[in-house]
């Protein structure tokens, strides 16, 4: 492939996150930085993908594949089994998120999703992380203590009981006790703020096809027929054969992928302290080297103590598009309000470049 018509796109975003937690269900997850010695907040590879899939469902107005979610029960026991995709790339989602079944005594297909992306992690262990405040869960019933329920429960027998109302009352009389009007319990939770960085790598050699090589399979037979029938169009890539999405197709996706892999939010957030997470600037190129070199964090060491500052370098072979936020952050930075909507139509041009049916 000529440097024309480079085989990846390359996608780094720098975002502003403001005291808030990636997660709802397992609170903020971290990780240990060696270098720093600190602990680094940090959203998965697998949150940012889906929230991107997300944002594209969104765009594009049509839902998920559906998954197959499968049980076994045995006596008194359900057990739930690995669920199954259908593994069907004319489900966008499918396509373009990959897929996998693996099932006792049928065969395995699997596709390798072409986005390959990152976790959503500090720019510089200086830079952002955890905070070192710890909160606690607290519920507080002392506004309004009528509106609401109080139960007790005693042991009986073994046995949790309810103690009714009147023995309730005449219990707190006699031991001359209250019941305080807050649950107070320190789960040591934590919340992430600074300057955090992700990449999303785009394999345009695989991004609309789907390789029909029988030895390791993407498709059952009756999808590779289905997408047959459906207009996909037979080719090479430099995998193999292939199936391509129709060209019309392409079309309607490119400009949903390009908006979500610039739009997409964290939204399961939002029950702890919603951070818009605004993006201060995005970096494009086809060299990962570069795209690195374009947004990063420097190390100071002419202070009092180790410190660290956000640098975008234009000397770097990438495309830079810097919004007005980021002139708070970053000295010297200039932004434009149109800078993401730039960042669209510049990936846009890259993927209607790139000539899916004549690779091989």
Request: aromatic content about 8%; overall charge neutral.
């Amino acid at each position: 492939m000529s440097k024309q018509n480079p085989s990846f796109i390359y996608l780094r975003g720098l975002r502003r996150v403001d005291h808030t937690a990636f997660g709802v269900q397992d609170c903020q997850k971290h990780y240990y930085d060696r270098q720093s010695g600190r602990l680094m907040a940090y959203s998965s590879g697998q949150q940012v993908k889906r929230s991107v899939m997300e944002s594209l469902a969104d765009q594009l107005q049509q839902p998920f594949a559906a998954i197959t979610f499968n049980w076994e029960i045995k006596g008194k026991k359900a057990e739930m089994k690995e669920p199954h995709s259908p593994c069907d790339p004319s489900f966008t989602d499918q396509l373009l998120g990959g897929y996998m079944k693996a099932q006792k005594d049928s065969m395995t297909v699997k596709r390798r999703s072409p986005l390959s992306i990152s976790a959503m992690r500090p720019l510089h262990p200086l830079l952002g992380g955890l905070e070192s405040s710890k909160e606690a869960v607290v519920f507080d019933r002392s506004n309004r203590p009528e509106e609401h329920i109080v139960k007790v429960f005693t042991q009986e027998n073994n046995k949790r009981v309810e103690i009714p109302q009147d023995k309730l009352d005449d219990w707190l009389l006699e031991h001359d006790r209250s019941l305080g009007p807050k649950f107070y319990r320190q789960d040591s939770l934590t919340r992430a703020t600074g300057l955090f960085v992700y990449d999303i790598a785009i394999d345009l050699r695989t991004l609309f096809c789907v390789s029909t090589n029988r030895l390791e399979p993407e498709l059952f037979p009756a999808i590779e027929t289905k997408l047959r029938e459906a207009g996909w169009v037979a080719g090479r890539n430099v995998f193999g054969h292939c199936l391509i999405l129709p060209r019309a197709e392409r079309e309607r996706v490119i400009p949903a992928l390009a908006h979500a892999l610039v739009h997409w939010r964290i939204t399961t957030n939002q029950s702890r302290t919603f951070s818009p997470m605004e993006i201060l600037a995005l970096a494009i190129s086809d060299n990962a080297n570069q795209l690195a070199y374009a947004i990063r964090g420097e190390l100071r060491e002419d202070l009092e103590r180790p410190s660290a500052v956000p640098r975008l370098d234009e000397s770097a072979r990438a495309d830079l598009f810097v919004t007005p936020s980021c002139s708070a952050i970053i000295a010297g930075a200039v932004g434009t309000a149109s800078a993401l909507e730039a960042t669209e139509a510049h990936l846009i041009q890259r993927m209607q470049n790139f000539d899916y049916e004549n690779q091989g």
